[in-house]
């Protein structure tokens, strides 16, 4: 099983960016992906999970009005919509997926990982 994260990059506050996570795997069949951040010093920070099947979101509070999370079935990929984005959105951003159906905010809940896709945002 690999996950893939891409789309990050650079931007100034206010701008908007996609991520898109990837699945491969001849016999992965998610039930459950997610998303996490990363900041320099701090601990890897859950944004957002989405059940594969039915779409529905399981937000953080905070992200709420400014990120949305998506999955594409036949592509097998899933997507974060970040709109007006921050400087403290700064982060490396991961996608993740648990090996059944459980999850929650923990990291640990977690066995699959994208390498993570830079997002950058400056004042």
């Known amino acids: 099983v690999q996950l893939q994260a891409s789309g990050g990059g650079l931007v100034q506050a206010g701008d908007s960016l996609t991520l898109s996570c990837a699945a491969s795997?001849?016999?992965?069949?998610?039930?459950?992906m997610a998303w996490f951040r990363q900041a320099p010093g701090k601990e890897r920070e859950f944004l957002s999970a989405i059940a594969w099947s039915s779409g529905n979101p399981y937000d953080e509070d905070f992200i709420k009005g400014r990120f949305a999370i998506s999955r594409d079935i036949a592509k097998n990929t899933m997507y974060l919509q970040m709109n007006s984005l921050k400087p403290e959105d700064t982060a490396v951003y991961y996608c993740?997926?648990?090996?059944?159906?459980?999850?929650?905010?923990?990291?640990?809940?977690?066995?699959?990982w994208g390498q993570g896709t830079q997002v950058t945002v400056s004042s």
């Open positions: 993740a997926a648990p090996q059944d159906n459980l999850f929650g905010r923990s990291p640990d809940y977690y066995t699959y």
């Open positions: 795997g001849p016999t992965f069949r998610p039930k459950v």
